[in-house]
């Protein structure tokens, strides 16, 4: 397992005409997260990627050395390794906001997401605006 955490330093706080939310991509595929990514960058909103985590042990460690304020978690197949991200994430910072995306539309999953802690649940494909805006406290 790898993870990228080369964005910010874990220390540095944002400052007043930096970026507020702080938000770490969760996905087994590299090149889903590179494109993530750049969806974010190129967005406009008021968010950073600072982290990006390749599973579930990544994730804790990312989010909890970059203080993350978002987590936009994959759903991968099989869905129990998202959901066990989910519940741990859930777990481990209750204050985090956590956004599901995937292709699946089947309500069971989005289901079995939200019980694990996921607080919002989008059918890809997203922008970085929507992912930001289904999380009232992470939209600013």
Known sequence: M???TDTLPPSS??????VRTR???????????AVMRQVFEHSGVDAAVVGEADGETDALAVVGQHKAD????????PVTEGVATITALRAGFPHLAIVVISFNTDTTVKEQAQAAGADAYLVKPVNAREVVAAIPAAAG
């Open 70 to 77: 978002l987590a936009v978690v994959e759903l991968p197949v």
């Open 2 to 4: 790898t993870s990228r």
């Open 13 to 18: 706080e944002p400052e007043a005409n930096e």
């Open 23 to 33: 938000v770490v991509l969760i996905d087994a595929r590299a090149d889903r997260r």
